[in-house]
């Protein structure tokens, strides 16, 4: 970057010190990245998205099935919220039936 004179660009990332709390120790990683299932519903899992369409945001919550890697409930809303969430949650359980055990991995 010297040709166009530009500032020299910093590429480390500053150290941010994370103190440990009870929250954390309450929310262990219990699938440590153990994406392949044998059966299905053990592992759930889901995330939020956004989809930009006529000028305006929407929100995509999809729950999807480690076994299978198949939706197994999907919701959308103008608002990312609580209600988004519970909504998904509630579809999935009445898709799937109610399990013991299962496994809710998300972000």
């Not at 004179?5 to 440590?32: G, R």
């Not at 945001?57 to 809303?77: C, E, N, P």
């Not at 103008?78 to 009445?94: C, E, F, G, Y």
Request: proline share 3%.
């Amino acid at each position: 970057m010297k040709f166009i004179n530009s500032p020299k660009m910093n590429t480390v990332k500053p150290f941010v010190h994370k103190l440990k709390t009870a929250y954390d120790e309450q929310c262990k990683n219990i699938l440590k990245q153990k994406f392949e299932q044998t059966e299905p519903n053990v592992v759930w899992v889901c995330d939020f998205t956004y989809i930009r369409a006529a000028g305006r945001f929407y929100y995509l919550r999809v729950i999807l099935d480690l076994f299978s890697r198949k939706v197994i409930a999907y919701k959308l809303s103008s608002k990312i919220n609580t209600q988004l969430a519970i909504d998904t949650i509630n579809l999935a359980v009445a898709n799937k039936g109610k399990s013991d055990g299962v496994i809710f991995h998300t972000d």
